[in-house]
């Protein structure tokens, strides 16, 4: 494998690392909910795609040919983040999960409360 090649699966490794790094942290560290969302969701998700575009660099090199499961799978992922943090937003809504003072968007949370309830009526 030349060194070019080398490199850009380490490059494309180590920026995977630092996006899933944050994303946990992220998740390990803010205080409700609501913002706990944006680690899984934003940073994980653009890591595991660094280190599943790395794989793809490195196994189509190695097999010769392009290999399309890791980006199946890369697609898949990015596809169904967005969906998930969705659900489990609207999940935490519907529990009435608090939400801390200082997270944006208060008034907005209680007007889909009041909504989701004048719907059930």
Known sequence: MSFYVELIISILLVIGGVFLLVGSIGLARLP???MRLHGPTKATT???TGVLLASLVYQSINQGSFSV???LITLFLLITAPVAANMIAKTALHRENPAIPRTAGQSL???IRNRDAADSD
């Open 46 to 48: 653009l890591g595991i």
């Open 109 to 111: 949370v209680e007007r």
């Open 69 to 71: 499961s890791e980006l």
């Open 32 to 34: 409700d909910i609501f």
